[in-house]
């Protein structure tokens, strides 16, 4: 694997940093309501179309830059610096995978009418799977129901933790549609438009004392006698488990690659509050032994988070998802735990400033605790990749 930032990557990753530190950087409101933001928000999304570099992770003839897995990974470390910098250029989840999914199994009609304005940052979507009545862990054991009625599902459940479904234009919910199959056979992905009758819009939900807006926010939805035409099935019926670890493999290369970006500036705010910090006259916070080893545990840990993703991405890009199970558990859980140890250290060194809005850590140590439960939890990847270094030993259960 040759770790060489491609040449033709190199200024348009300046460019984007660039952008970045002078025009969404300015933006941020670390205590603040998102919603107030998108107006802002949308002027920055023209400029980044203006500078071509919309859509990043999209293929060219979807209107994106038609980036590698690896170069997007590039690309999402400088926009994770700032909790808007993937919203802005049109690659936030949970829309950036329901773009990819759009792409691989949607019908033409599916993708004129949901994914071509979602490409184009018109509209926004949302994913609804996760359950409170089960376990997020297994995604395999759900209630919803999508029951066939002549040319019709007719959807029944209970789902919270749908990410951005306020303002959303439609949702893709994970439905029970074949309950007598194999538990990974069980389920559907169904389009669901926000404004069909049945669909309920319960509150978002209050995460650490935040109860967010618009984008940045989590909801909770009941779906009641929610009717909408088999034709909205995405995929195959019974396929919803398949393409949900399909949608979640890349996606976790996004996030974690994001996550790197928040260590990398939580990183530089620690070091420049330990060289200016004076704790006596004329004594810097950075001469104590004990920071300096936060800042080097830091830069280590920063540095082999981001090899491991890279090397993650490049196995996908050259050997398929499949091949790269192990490696995408490994980072989920090791880039998630290295961005939590960056920022209680950077909050630390900040002391009563560091959890306070007047800096971005509070937001990021607020909205990122989730890293170590959504998308599999950590104690799910640890044993899968548990798992199959002891079946080489002959260990199978």
């Not at 990819?100 to 949901?114: F, S, V």
């Not at 439905?175 to 992905?189: C, F, G, L």
């Not at 996030?255 to 500036?265: F, L, Q």
């Amino acid at each position: 694997m040759d770790f060489a930032i491609p040449a033709r990557m190199q200024p348009i990753l300046d460019g984007m940093k660039r952008f970045m530190e002078t025009e969404v950087y300015p933006l941020e409101r670390h205590g603040g309501r998102f919603v107030d933001l998108v107006p802002a928000l949308k002027q920055q999304r023209e400029r980044v179309k203006e500078q071509g570099w919309f859509a990043p992770q999209l293929p060219k003839e979807h209107g994106g830059m038609g980036l590698s897995l690896q170069e997007h990974a590039l690309v999402s470390e400088i926009l994770g610096r700032s909790f808007l910098g993937h919203y802005v250029f049109n690659c936030q989840a949970p829309d950036a995978g329901n773009m990819e999914i759009l792409i691989r199994y949607g019908t033409d009609a599916q993708k004129a009418t949901w994914l071509a304005p979602l490409a184009r940052g018109d509209i926004r979507s949302c994913f609804s799977m996760t359950e409170p009545e089960r376990p997020g862990s297994n995604p395999t054991w759900l209630e919803t129901t999508a029951v066939k009625d002549g040319n019709d599902y007719v959807i029944n459940g209970h789902k919270w933790f749908t990410s951005s479904a306020q303002g959303a234009r439609f949702a893709i919910v994970m439905a029970v549609t074949n309950p007598d199959a194999d538990p990974h056979a069980r389920a559907s992905q169904i389009i669901v438009p926000t404004d069909t009758k049945g669909f309920e819009f319960v509150r978002n939900i209050s995460v650490m004392g935040h109860e967010g807006s618009d984008h940045d926010s989590h909801a909770e939805i009941r779906y009641v006698n929610c009717r909408v035409p088999r034709a909205n099935l995405l995929g195959a019926e019974g396929a919803g488990f398949l393409i949900a670890q399909e949608r979640l493999g890349p996606g976790r290369i996004h996030h974690c690659m994001r996550w790197i970006g928040i260590c990398e500036r939580a990183f530089d705010l620690m070091c420049a509050r330990a060289a200016e910090r004076e704790i006596a006259p004329g004594k810097k916070l950075g001469e104590k032994q004990i920071v300096q080893e936060w800042i080097a545990d830091s830069r280590a840990e920063i540095n082999a988070a981001r090899l491991s993703v890279l090397h993650a991405a490049w196995k996908i890009d050259t050997l398929g998802l499949h091949e790269a199970r192990e490696e995408i558990s490994c980072i989920k859980f090791y880039v998630a735990g290295v961005m939590q140890r960056v920022l209680d250290r950077a909050v630390q060194a900040h002391g009563a400033l560091g959890i306070t809005d007047d800096t971005v850590l509070a937001a990021f140590y607020r909205g990122e605790r989730a890293s170590r439960i959504y998308d599999g939890p950590d104690e799910v990847h640890k044993i899968v990749v548990a798992k199959r270094a002891l079946k080489k030993h002959g260990v199978t259960a």
